[in-house]
């Protein structure tokens, strides 16, 4: 219960910190800027609209993702006969844009209901939610998004292991994002300094 009650603390202010800074995302950055040296101004913002753009990308990815589970769920339950088929592949969708619990609360709701209507419709119920989030976990989320972030399936998938080993469900929910910001860091960086190019003209004036 404590973690629970944690878990749910943190989640709460997050949304409200985020929130405040998508509302006022310019001020906030004009803020930052004011720090930064007058010669770096325009590089800096440069970067930060980049971060922003990619942050977006994952946000749209995330929700994609979201909808897949929706349809999947829906033709699911649909097919094992539950009632109101829609209405719990939608919960099941919304659910699992919530980190921690979302994806087995939409499970374990649509269980439950499974299972007043009969034992076998609500194992179904269970095994379908199970499957299409394993799919989700593994295949629908690193595919969706290496596109919106121009990452590799394989860098999306090993990022999601690596993040998830050391930093639990957070590592592995940030983990999309993160990499994806790493990504324009290190761009800005080959050219801002020229790295790979200034390597390149010296192979060919070899």
Do not use: W
């Amino acid at each position: 219960m404590s973690n629970l009650v944690s878990g749910l603390g943190t989640i709460f202010f997050g949304l409200i910190i985020g929130l405040y800074m998508l509302f006022d995302f310019d001020n906030v950055t004009n803020l930052l800027l004011k720090v930064i040296p007058v010669k770096h101004q325009v590089e800096v913002a440069s970067l930060v609209e980049k971060i922003g753009s990619e942050v977006r990308k994952c946000v749209n990815g995330t929700l994609l993702v979201a909808c897949m589970v929706f349809v999947c769920d829906t033709i699911g339950f649909s097919i094992i006969g539950l009632k109101s088929a829609l209405l719990f592949g939608l919960f099941c969708g919304i659910t699992d844009l919530i980190p921690y619990i979302g994806p087995y609360l939409g499970t374990v709701v649509a269980t439950v209901v499974g299972l007043t209507q009969s034992p076998l419709i609500g194992l179904g119920v269970f095994i379908i939610a199970c499957v299409v989030q394993l799919i989700e976990s593994y295949v629908l989320q690193p595919i969706v998004m290496s596109k919106a972030t121009n990452l590799h399936p394989v860098v999306i998938i090993c990022g999601l292991l690596i993040f998830g080993h050391f930093f639990g469900i957070i590592g592995m929910i940030l983990a999309s994002p993160i990499m994806s910001v790493i990504k324009v860091i290190f761009e800005f960086i080959i050219e801002k300094f020229e790295l790979f190019q200034r390597n390149s003209n010296e192979e060919k004036a070899i």
